[in-house]
């Protein structure tokens, strides 16, 4: 079975490609290493590189027959979706599109697309399922939108798409050079690097986060997913825990051998306060369950980046 997986090179995309070459899998990606790495592409995977919505790249793509493709590469930070907008609309939505038309045309038949959890913006009601409303607060989260309703439109053409909305997804591997994505790397990074961290916002803001393994884990539900009753469903990948900045800081701290200051400073542009997500609907129809526990997931990834800063 040959499968398409979008952003090998990067963080989640490299850990996914890696589980389904294990599968037994033939894996082709997509990649503009903008923020992936060459050498995070599993060697047996077959790769392009470029921008994944290039039309000469896509066209390349029609010569293969995928079973499914996973829509994972994308510029995954609000904050840099600020600076730059079109950019962020061509990279994270109108890949999505011509990805879905490509499946169209191919007659590939699941699509599967790593949304995110800052669809939802800010609510009163900090817990929120996939019925909550939307209300996208960056440039970053319109274009997760606008790809799940192509999706949702695409699904009547007899794809069956499945979004995962991720919420801070962290673990083994993640990119400690980007100080732009990912509140735990970052923190962690400029605190194995000057011993100092700046959070930019507030330290009362809170996040839901899942380690990348349960993330791995929830995508291959999806694909090998039997429920034939919709062809379009949004599921959170969340663990239904909510931690502070001010705690998810004191964790990281508190696995480190030497002190580490703090210093808070203002907020970035369309950053959430804080949302967790409902994880029943996932759990009810993927059979999905977190199997890592945060403290130990964080006291992991602590180890294996100051084992990496050390080589
Ligand atoms: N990490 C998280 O907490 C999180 C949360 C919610 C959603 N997501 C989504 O999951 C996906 C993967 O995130 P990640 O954390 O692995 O990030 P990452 O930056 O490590 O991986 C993204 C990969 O996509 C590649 N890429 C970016 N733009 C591209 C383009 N135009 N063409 C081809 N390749 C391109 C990058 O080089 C990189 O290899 C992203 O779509 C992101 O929005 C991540």
Known sequence: MRILVTGAAGFIGSALARRLIEEKYEVVTVDNLSTGKMQNIPKDCKSYIGNVFDSSIIGELKNYNFEAIFHIAGQSSGEISFDEPVYDLQTNAQ??????????????????????????????????????YTSPKSFYAVGKLASENYMKIYSTFDIKCTVLRLFNVYGIGQNMENLKQGMLSI??????????????????????????NDVVEAMVLALNSEKTNSNFEIYNVSNSKKYTVEELVYKIKNNLPYNVTVEYIKGTPGDQHGIYGDNTKIKNELNWQSQTNFDEGIAEMVKWAIQREEK
């Open 95 to 132: 890949s999505t599109l011509m990805l879905l038309n490509l499946a169209k045309e191919t007659g590939c038949k699941k699509f599967i697309y790593t949304s995110s959890m800052s669809v939802y913006g800010d609510h009163k009601e900090e817990f929120v399922n996939e019925e909550s």
């Open 187 to 212: 923190y962690l990074a400029q605190a194995i690097k000057n011993k100092h961290i700046v959070v930019k916002g507030s330290k009362d803001r809170f996040r839901d986060f899942v380690n990348v």
